[in-house]
């Protein structure tokens, strides 16, 4: 009872009509957005198609930054390392669409067949365990499973029908490609610009955008690095143990990574389910590799790759994941731990005192 007097009490005395006039305002905001919110979404939705290749280019540019800037400092100059980068990248993915796609495309339906034998091998030595019949609940789960991957995999002889409907999407990459080369031409100029518009904004704004640029950078080659550790390690993992889908897990588990700690957790379970058929010898060697490779990747490669700053720590990491998930599905997942690394570097700028303040205090 003396809580909620006191608490009475502090309402009365903060109580005025100018803060009643501040909330009615602030609701009447609100309540406008939701109404309006049909003509909101529609200009949002169109400004964002206007200027989305304009920031997939920039994404473009400031990820392959990093080779140019390698080239200069090689002695190659700026206007022979960019055509080179471009051309060796697009060389990469015309090898990759002409011998790899394909390549897994044949293999997709082995390797949703191989799902399913582990699938229907769970469910038999289930059914061995089970003297009066399998609980039906159980059967209904394997059953599921195995009707939904056979609609995956028919539907993978129509993928080359389906590429068709993508024109609008390799559209918006044709023109991102081109305006990142643009901007790669011109990127000190880009970037002194947005310096300079931070600087006129606030010195401490400046400096936290200074910041947050380190600490993504840093992330971007961290992550780089490790894709390419990650997939070999595992390429050789899932050959010596016999699984003939290690090419697709290799690449599955370097892609898996961008979503820390339930990507390459998900990646590794399909592993092993389509390893079940293997002999007994193999399947135990893969899952004890498994756990070694999580293991020494955790705790010493990642920090070995990853400078101290860009750390995060696991529940830190599945926060950003679910919020990313959230708020912009997919594309929020793939951008989770770069924002949240903004934001943790702009939290610490604002949260430690000033220079200023630490003389006010020191005196």
Known sequence: MNILSRLIEKIREDLSLKGLFKVVLVLMIVWLFQATGAVWNGLLSMIWNIFRPFIFGFVIAYVLRYPVRIGEKKGIPRKVMIPLVYIVILAILAWILSSLVPTLADRSASF???IISGVR???SQMEAMYENGVPDFISRITNAAVEMLSDVKGIIPNLPGLLTQTLSIITISLFSVIISIFMMFSWEKIKNTIFRISMKISPKFHQGLISVNGEISDYIRSMLILMVIRAVEYALLYFLVGNTDWLIL???TAVSILI????PTFVNLIGILTSLTLPTGNIIALIV???VLSNVDEYVVS??????NTNISPLMALFALFAGNTILGIPGIMIAIPAMLA???IFRMYSEPSAETKEEVKS
């Open 112 to 114: 949703i067949n191989s």
């Open 303 to 308: 920090p070995i790759v990853h400078s101290r």
């Open 250 to 252: 290799a690449i599955l």
């Open 121 to 123: 091998w769970i469910s």
């Open 260 to 263: 820390p700690y339930i990507g």
């Open 289 to 291: 590799m498994i756990l």
């Open 343 to 345: 934001i943790r570097v």
